[in-house]
């Protein structure tokens, strides 16, 4: 198979997060696959929120736009709510892969039921309503949110990600299900120890995604312009969205 160029696109201007995704990405990918790891210059520090999402679209949009430019063929967008998914696959030539879709996708293939261990309680519906977009909403047993920012899973203390695998347990005790999600880019690099500790397929967005993406590329699919996903229409957008399409 070629070697295929990916772009990893952090949502948030967490350069620690990025890096962070990254490590995990690459680690699945071995040297299968080149994975530019990259985030907006501007925007918001982490996505916690319907307004923060919005605010991060744009930043997406222009990744993807700059990647293809560098020639890369496949895109991820690393973040658990998928921010601008749609959008984004209507701008680019290749795939792009959400880190929420894709991690739901693969528990389904090893667990009728899943649960989603989240950050703080106001995510919690933007998971759902990804849920009955996506069609997974049956197999969704519950979603815990460890309660605390996003950017606390890069504070260095430990605290996040303690409250993350305390939660998981109890999801595993309580919840009936096969498999557990986590349902924030920033837990990525927690899901191998947690598989192996829980004994459960702890299942991280990020790893997902690769797999996907390298899966749609290999087949050499990649997201369908006849309909609503065709390119978007230049009509002589104005502002900063007006690059996207320059
Ligand atoms: C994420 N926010 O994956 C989501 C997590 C969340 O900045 N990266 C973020 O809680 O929605």
Not at 75 to 84: E, L, M, S, V
Not at 119 to 139: C, D, S
Not at 220 to 235: A, E, H, Q, V
Request: contains cysteine.
């Amino acid at each position: 198979m070629p070697r295929h160029r990916i772009q990893l696109i952090n949502p948030n201007t967490s350069q620690a997060m990025t890096d962070t995704m990254a490590i995990t990405a690459r680690r699945i990918a071995g040297d299968r696959l080149d994975i530019d790891a990259v985030c907006p210059h501007q925007g918001v520090p982490s996505i916690e929120g319907h307004f923060d999402e919005a605010v991060a679209t744009l930043g997406i949009l222009q990744q993807i736009r700059a990647g293809e430019a560098r020639g890369v063929q496949g895109h991820i967008i690393a973040c658990f709510g998928d921010p601008g998914l749609l959008a984004a696959r209507e701008l680019a030539k290749g795939p792009v892969i959400g880190i929420a879709e894709a991690a739901m996708h693969v528990a389904t293939l090893v667990a009728t039921r899943f649960s989603i261990v989240t950050t703080l309680p106001r995510t919690v519906i933007i998971a759902r309503h990804l849920l009955h977009r996506y069609g997974f909403y049956e197999q969704c047993a519950a979603i815990h949110a460890i309660d605390l920012p996003v950017l606390s899973l890069e504070d260095g203390s430990g605290t996040a990600q303690q409250k993350v695998r305390d939660y998981c347990l109890k999801a595993k005790q309580e919840d009936n299900v096969g498999a557990i999600i986590l349902g924030c880019g920033g837990m990525a690099d927690l899901a191998a120890e947690l598989s192996e500790t829980l004994e459960i397929p702890v299942i991280d967005g990020v790893s997902a995604a690769v797999t996907l993406l390298e899966s749609l590329l290999n087949l050499g699919i990649t997201t369908s312009k006849w309909g609503d996903l065709d390119f978007p229409r230049n009509k002589g957008i104005s502002g900063p969205f007006a690059e996207c399409l320059a």
